[in-house]
């Protein structure tokens, strides 16, 4: 039984178009290109903050958008439905975004103690951290062959180092303030453990055959009650200085856009966790560093006045991470590594009394017209709520006097838009976003 | 019937069956919700993100 139903292909990998390993890919890559880009409407807001302020306001941003995108895709009906037929994994949502928060958080204090050249390369070993997770816990490149193992674990390794490379390359001079050394570097460690451990829940999910819609819906309530939760116990309570911010109108649309943007980024990449697994998806989506960078240098010129070790950096960085994100994208899995995949879907359906053949379909992105995805007065009452928040604070926002290229914004939006229609049409015709 | 009359706490029927029945009824899910509380606090992918957020916890409240 065991033999039959692990050997067994799955559906909807026949089928035709784009493969599911193509997919996870293209869901990466694009992951990458909006969460770099989700740094660009943050360095709009300099003005003396608490990290704890823009964290707060830029969760709130994220809770607007990532209710608005699964009811706008799918239906509330459709994402609860989802949610209560795998009650269990509630529990590993929630779990998901406390570890995001505290991570998060952790990296305030890494930078306060040690500074961002200590602690960036750090907190960026969290894709090591997932592969590592991946192989033990979820079977993830087992019975792969060598070469495979290479790419994956080779290409894992040049994006973390490349990301180094690149967020040296905006360093200029000591950043460090600090005065506790051993704190700050166990506070990046710590990140880094963290964001790498968060990947676990998201993986357990998607085994389990859940839509990454429904996750985030539950993901991000776990997040913000984090978050508020080390606001008020860390930050001074209620009378916390980081309410203020929300006074600040003309700041706060800014912060609320890269909350859009980056769950845009977060939404390809729990869709590449669930098609080629966290120890694929996660570096790919961290390619976001090369984005995030060339927001900074082309748009607010960041790199105007680096020398020319700086700019070597840059082009070495771009250059390994890139061939670090092409050998992960070349290596497919094989039939005896997908053979490893079944028997950990079969350990959670075995666990947790689920189907296993339907289990195997929805992780395969088949599930068509199996769940009502028919919209509530209250689904377009959501939606109509998160774009009037948008547009409220949008018509209030500030522009600051902050030089940037204009051209280079609109080449690099074009990019965003670009990759946006290739990963949603990819998704659409693969999978009608299962 | 058994709804109506034992809906609620078992002290509003009075019909030592119906009782019975909802009696067992309400002990099968609560049996139910302590198997499905024993399977996931059992779970190794629950006690690895679990223990680690912990940690993380214990670590800001140290640096805090």
């Excluded at chain 1, 990458?32 to 707060?56: M, Q, R």
């Excluded at chain 1, 916390?240 to 109108?249: C, D, K, M, N, T």
């Excluded at chain 1, 590594?337 to 929805?362: H, K």
């Excluded at chain 2, 309400?26 to 302590?34: A, G, K, Q, R, T």
Aim: glycine share 10%; aromatic share 12%; hydrophobic share 50%.
């Amino acid at each position: 039984m065991w033999e039959r139903c692990v050997g067994s292909t799955v559906t909807g990998q026949q089928k035709e178009g784009i493969s599911l390993h193509g997919l996870g890919v293209i869901c990466g890559l694009t992951a990458g290109v909006w969460l770099g880009a989700a740094e660009a409407p943050t360095k709009l807001v300099n003005a003396g903050f608490s990290p704890f302020a823009i964290s707060l306001c830029m969760v709130a941003g994220v809770f607007t958008a990532r209710w608005t995108f699964p009811t706008l895709l799918k239906g509330t009906s459709y994402v609860f439905a989802d949610l209560f037929e795998k009650k269990h994994l509630i529990v590993w949502a929630l779990l998901a975004g406390a570890l995001w928060a505290v991570a998060n958080t952790l990296t305030v204090f890494a930078i306060r103690d040690v500074g961002l050249a200590v602690a960036f390369p750090l907190w960026n070993t969290n894709s090591l951290i997932g592969l590592l997770w991946g192989r033990l816990l979820f079977r993830e490149l087992e019975g792969a062959s060598g070469k495979n193992i290479g790419k994956v674990v080779l290409g894992t390794v040049a994006i973390v180092a490349a990301a180094v490379m690149l967020g040296f390359s905006t360093l200029h001079g000591g950043t460090a303030t600090g005065h506790n050394a051993v704190g700050g570097i166990l506070a990046a460690a710590g990140a880094s453990l963290m964001w790498g451990t968060m990947y676990v829940p998201y993986r357990k999910a998607y085994l389990s055959g859940m839509n990454p819609l429904s996750f985030v819906t539950a993901f991000t309530v776990g997040e913000l009650s984090t978050v508020f939760a080390l606001t008020l116990a860390l930050d001074g309570g209620l009378h916390s200085p980081s309410f203020q911010l929300f006074h600040q109108r003309g700041m706060v649309f800014w912060l609320f856009l890269g909350g859009f943007m980056w769950v845009i980024g977060d939404l390809f990449q729990q869709f590449a966790t669930k098609y080629v697994g966290i120890g694929r998806g996660i570096p790919l989506s961290n390619t976001n560093q090369l984005w995030g960078l060339a927001w900074g240098a082309l748009v607010f010129g960041e790199l105007a006045a680096a020398d020319h070790r700086h700019k070597l950096l840059v082009v070495t960085g771009s250059v390994v991470m890139i061939l670090g994100a092409l050998a992960i994208s070349t290596a497919v899995a094989s039939s005896k590594e997908q053979t490893s995949t079944n028997e950990a879907v079969l350990r959670e359906c075995e666990r947790y009394g689920l189907d296993y053949n339907r289990t195997m379909m929805a992780m395969a992105g088949d599930e068509f017209n199996t769940r009502n995805e028919k919209r509530r007065w209250w689904d377009y009452a959501i939606i109509a709520l998160a774009t009037g928040v948008f547009l409220w604070l949008g018509l209030r926002a500030v522009v600051p006097p902050l030089a940037m290229d204009v051209r280079w914004i609109a080449a690099l939006g074009a990019i965003l838009l670009l990759s946006l229609v290739a990963g949603t049409w990819s998704l659409w015709r693969r999978t009608r976003f299962s | 019937m058994v709804d109506r009359l034992c809906s609620g706490m078992y002290g509003c029927c009075n019909v030592t069956a119906y009782c019975d029945e909802a009696e067992a009824a309400s002990s099968e899910v609560e049996m139910d919700f302590l198997r499905g509380v024993k399977t996931i606090v059992t779970d190794s992918h629950f006690l690895v993100p679990f223990f680690v957020l912990i940690a993380g916890i214990a670590l800001l409240v140290a640096l805090h």
